[in-house]
C-alpha cells in the first residue's frame, strides 16, 4: 500500500509541476507580446517583459520549477535506485524525499500559477486567455494523495524515527558539493553551505522534541526550508554544469539570493513550538 501511496505522491507533485510550467509558458507569451508603458531597457522589447517586476516574476517562476523538477527527479532515481538494487540506503532515501517532492511540488505549482495570473494583470481573469484554468487545475493537488500538511507531519515523524540520520545524511551530501564548488563559484557555494547549518540545527532541534505536536506546529515550514535548500544545491549543480556565465548559472544566482534565503524565517517559525498556538483559545479564534 505505501509503495502506490508513495509513487501516487510523487505523480502528484509532477502533476503540480507540469501545470505550473504550463501557466509559466503562458504568462511568458503573453509577457513577450503585451505592450504597456514605456520600456526602461535600452534597446528593449517594448512589451511588459522589458519591467523589472514582471522580469522578477518570470524569473522566479522559472526558477521555482527548475528547483521543483530537480527535487522530483531525484526522489524517482532514489525509488528506482531502491527497486534496482534493494539497498536500504537508496529506499530511506526515496522515502524522505517523497513528502518533499509532493509538497514542494504542489505548491510550486500553485505559487506559479498564481503568479503567471498574475502577469497576465486584468486579462488573467478573462476566461479567453486561459490564465485562470492553470490556478483553478492545480489547486487540489496540494489537497489529494495527502495534504500538505500532512506530508509534512510525515516528514518530521515518521521520515524522523532514525533521529535524522537519513536527513542529516543529505544535508553532508550537500555540504560536501557547495565545499567541492567553492573554487568556481565560492559566494554561491557559502550561501548553500551556511543554509545547510542552519538546517542541521532545526533538524536536531526537531528530532530532539519528543513531543510530537511541537514538531508538528513547524513542520510545513520545516518541510519548506529543507526543499529552499535542496533547490539551492540542484541549482549549484546545473550551474557548475553549464558553461561559464551561461543561464543556468544565472538561473542559480537568481535562486540563491533572491529565493533561497527563505528558508532564514522558516526554520525560526520551525523551531517555535506549539505553545503560542494554544496560547489563544477558541473563543478568542471566534472573538
Known amino acids: 500500500m505505501f509503495t502506490m501511496m508513495n509513487n501516487a505522491r510523487l505523480g502528484v507533485g509532477c502533476q503540480g509541476i507540469g501545470a505550473g510550467e504550463g501557466a509559466y509558458q503562458h504568462a511568458l507569451a503573453y509577457a513577450l507580446d503585451r505592450k504597456q508603458g514605456r520600456t526602461p531597457v535600452e534597446g528593449g522589447s517594448g512589451t511588459i517583459v522589458d519591467h523589472a517586476d514582471v522580469r522578477r516574476m518570470l524569473l522566479s517562476m522559472k526558477a521555482d520549477l527548475f ?10 532515481v532514489a525509488i528506482d535506485m531502491g527497486t534496482a538494487t534493494g539497498e536500504a540506503e537508496w529506499k530511506a532515501r526515496a522515502a524522505f524525499l517523497t513528502p518533499i517532492s509532493k509538497a514542494f511540488g504542489t505548491d510550486v505549482g500553485i505559487e506559479v500559477s498564481n503568479t503567471a495570473l498574475q502577469v497576465h494583470g486584468g486579462m488573467g481573469v478573462i476566461e479567453e486567455t486561459g490564465a485562470a484554468q492553470y ?21 518530521v515523524a515518521r521520515k524522523m524515527m532514525d533521529g535524522g540520520e537519513v536527513a542529516n545524511g543529505l544535508i553532508d551530501e550537500i555540504e560536501a558539493h557547495a565545499e567541492a564548488a567553492r ?7 557559502d550561501d548553500v553551505w551556511q543554509a545547510c547549518e542552519s538546517l542541521r540545527e532545526a533538524t536536531d532541534w526537531l528530532t530532539s522534541e519528543t ?3 511541537q514538531r508538528f ?40 539570493k533572491r529565493l533561497m534565503p527563505e528558508y532564514v524565517g522558516l526554520l525560526a517559525h520551525a ?9 489563544i483559545t477558541v473563543e478568542e479564534l471566534a472573538s
Open 67 to 76: 528547483a521543483s523538477r530537480a527535487i522530483a527527479l531525484s526522489c524517482a
Open 271 to 279: 523551531q517555535s513550538g506549539a505553545d503560542d498556538l494554544y496560547a
Open 183 to 189: 573554487d568556481r563559484f565560492p559566494n554561491m557555494a
Open 211 to 213: 513531543d510530537l505536536n
Open 217 to 256: 506546529a513547524g513542520a510545513v515550514p520545516y518541510l519548506r526550508a529543507f526543499a529552499r535548500i535542496l533547490g539551492g544545491h540542484m541549482h549549484l549543480a546545473a550551474a557548475l554544469a553549464d558553461s561559464k556565465g551561461g543561464k543556468r548559472e544565472k538561473l542559480a544566482r537568481f535562486y540563491t
Open 135 to 155: 490556478s483553478r487545475d492545480v489547486r487540489v493537488t496540494a489537497i489529494y494523495e495527502g495534504t500538505n500538511g500532512i506530508q509534512a507531519m510525515d516528514l
